[in-house]
């Protein structure tokens, strides 16, 4: 265990070489926070998605037809409602229409608590309406007629994740806009109180309605899970392509410092220092280097998604068309920040420690003259 003065000693050597550690300090400190702020960006929308997906029926049904969704009627939900174990089955009406003059999608998506004549929108829906000077009532154009719809709510930020494309209207209003009868449904919504049954439950569906599609809710999760993997995958690559770059330039730019250092060193191993001590001198000074860098990345990326929300990198992750003004919420996995700990930190000390250890076993005559 070193002695209080050898750290001392130490702290004191890395301000005064200060300068040969600046370069090391600012591009580790850049990479961990390019890399925490993609974790935390990824896992604050899953933890939003996750949690909107828990608040909906256990199951969610879907037709198809031909590989395209296809609407259903009243006789699905008498059958499923049927099944042992389904406590009840709610028709939703649920699709998009197209904005031409925009050309974007707004998500349009049936509620029974609004009256035939309203509707409520999502915020980036109003911005996208507004620039056309869309402010109080909106003109749906379908096939057969034009539907006038007052602007009656907006949906508060909180729910911008959901709601920031979508239009909810009455579900009569939906239908006529999305070119349903009155008796279809996009999509049903299947309650099953015993969550052990819902897998059962979901394949009994399907044995009734082969061209149906069941999701539980799991399976709905572990979908959000893939993606979110996916695109976080490559921001993944990217940051081992970083890491293995970063190491380079440093393994460079340590060759040349320890080159100059060299004599340093010698004159330490003359005044009596052993190599394990020249070992510990390095060792505490780019730990305290590593570390203040790593917390310094870690800080930067809380700030830059928590607080400004993550411009630019947060469109990447949504992939909307709209614009989206979301407030992410706070989310950290501590395991995540844990691993780029090992897999950061412990390979910038040895790329810096072993360079060191080399110098100090060498012979130091030559370095002392």
């Known amino acids: 265990m070193p002695s ?46 996750i949690k909107s ?61 609004l009256a035939k004549d309203e509707m409520l929108i999502g915020q980036g829906v109003q911005k996208a309406m507004a620039e056309l000077y869309y402010e109080d009532v909106f003109h749906f154009l379908t096939e057969e ?21 979508a239009i909810y209207l009455n579900p009569n209003t939906a239908r006529a806009v999305l070119g349903m009868e009155v008796d279809e449904y996009s999509k049903l919504y299947v309650t099953v109180p015993n969550p052990n049954e819902v897998g059962e439950i979901a394949l009994k569906i399907v044995e009734i309605y082969p061209t149906a599609k ?5 399976d709905a999760i572990g979908a959000v899970h893939h993606l979110y993997y996916y695109k976080g995958g490559i921001f993944m690559i990217l940051y081992v392509i970083s890491m293995v770059s970063f190491f380079i330039l440093l393994k460079n730019q340590i060759s040349l ?50 607080m400004a929300n993550a411009p630019f990198l947060r469109n990447i992750f949504l992939g909307s068309e709209l614009e989206n003004s979301i407030s992410l919420t706070p989310v950290i996995d501590l395991n995540l920040l844990f691993l780029i700990f090992i897999f950061g930190v412990i390979p ?17 005559s030559e370095a002392v003259k």
């Not at 060299?262 to 220092?273: C, V, Y």
């Open 4 to 49: 209080k003065n050898f750290v001392e000693y130490a702290i004191l050597l890395l301000f005064k070489d200060r300068n040969d550690h600046l370069f090391s300090f600012l591009i580790f400190s850049f990479i961990v926070f390019i890399l925490s702020s993609v974790l935390f960006v990824s896992d604050s929308l899953q933890y939003d998605l």
């Open 53 to 113: 997906i828990k608040s909906q029926p256990q199951i969610v049904v879907e037709n198809t037809r031909a590989g395209r969704a296809y609407e259903m009627h009243d006789g699905y939900i008498y059958d499923i409602s049927r099944i042992t174990g389904v406590s009840s089955v709610e028709g939703a009406v649920d699709g998009y229409y197209y904005f031409g003059q925009k050309r974007l999608w707004f998500h349009i998506i049936g509620d029974p608590n």
């Open 145 to 165: 007629r034009m539907i006038k719809v007052k602007i009656n709510k907006i949906a508060p930020k909180g729910t911008n994740i959901i709601s920031n494309d």
């Open 214 to 218: 069941a999701t539980s809710q799991a």
């Open 257 to 306: 410092v320890y080159g100059e250092k060299k004599k340093e060193i010698a004159i330490l191993r003359s005044l009596g220092f052993c190599i394990k001590d020249i070992i510990a001198l390095k060792f505490i000074q780019n730990i305290v280097v590593s570390v203040s860098a790593y917390l310094l990345g870690i800080a930067l990326a809380y700030v830059y998604v928590f």
């Open 348 to 364: 910038f000390l040895a790329f810096v420690i072993l360079p060191a250890w080399k110098i100090a076993i060498s012979d130091m």
